[in-house]
């Protein structure tokens, strides 16, 4: 078998609400690349990247030169060809290869009739578990609905994700607030589910003296852990010194260098595996398996995915012999998937793991045209601006919070 051609797709996919964060706001909508390898035997591969446009199209396109006629099984090798350690220094492809990664994958999983779980070692369980991942948000631009800034209004979230999907992890996203307003509205939902674990990430905009405060004030707490308070392994080793909770991150320790460095001086207790971030499903494995040898938790991250990112996610959860925490997922976010048959359905707070052959999902085309049509109407949107505050920009360490009692609607294109 040999790839025979690549293709990209960007596409916008609405959310029920906007989606506060530390940094900004997912402005409604994700923007993905969704990419098709196609094999000269006719198979397609999916994979997916988040961001997009015409330079990631252009990416995909001029990563045709180096693989059409390349044997989508030998994997390793690709890795090397496009995003090898030191020739990548100007062009960096991890997220590329990723992308390409999952289509390989998914090709050799349909040519071989298993799907990919089974190629990387096989399934350990049938269903992933997921956390609930609560947002501040905006409300929808659609019909107004949805807003999420008050404690009540975080805790009816929860309520009603709790309802519909089952969650029994609840995480919450701040760092859009000052911290002392989150404790509280952190506080009240895990108050509300005294038997479910929760777990808080503010996406490290805090000091390292504020982590450690809201630290010592939710040690009382069901807490899996807490999620990058703080940016840089320094500050996380002096809060992991002061505060009785396990420390995880999706920031710090985000390759195989920093993996090595964390073990040898350990500054965090739990490595949220991202099959983008990680350069595929397979770096996650590798880094899974460190992480077992030096007894450091791990767990699934989300960077915010569709239907096929989810479906690595979920081959991903199903491998792992030490996944020991509920995964992250955007998904149940969304109001709608570009994979044949909608989007994924959640029981019991899980997803089954797909057991058709490769990845197990298959692209609707009618969505994508109908996506990637809305993705050319709006284009991007800046991940890292406020749409209720044009021109504010965060430091690290933060002080400029937003205002919880600031309810004027914001204007955001859809
Ligand atoms: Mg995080």
Redo the contacts with the bound molecule.
Sequence with gaps: MKIADIRATTVTVPLEAPLRHANGCHWGRFVRTIVEVEADNGLIGLGEMGGGGESAEAVFRAMKAYLVGHDPARIEEMRFLIANPTASLYNNRTQVLAALEFACLDILGQAWGIPVSEILGGRLRERVPFASYLFFRYSSPEDGSGEVRSVEQMVELARGLKRRFGFTTHKMKGGVFHPDYELEVFNAVAREFPHDKVRF?P?AVWSTEQAIRFGKAVEHLNNDYL??PVFGLNGMRRTRQMVRIPLAT??VVVNFEQLAANALDTAVDVI?LDTTFWGGIRACIKAAGICEAFQLGVAVHSSGELGIQLATMLHLGAVLPNLSFAADAHYHHLTDDIIEGGLLPYRCGSIEVPKSPGLGVKLNRDKLKQYAELYKRLGGYPYDQDPGRPGWTPLIPNDRWADPSDGRPVKIPH
Excluded: A, Y
Aim: aromatic share 0%; proline share 0%; hydrophobic share 15%.
């Design positions: 990430d996406n999620e990058d999706n920031t949220l």
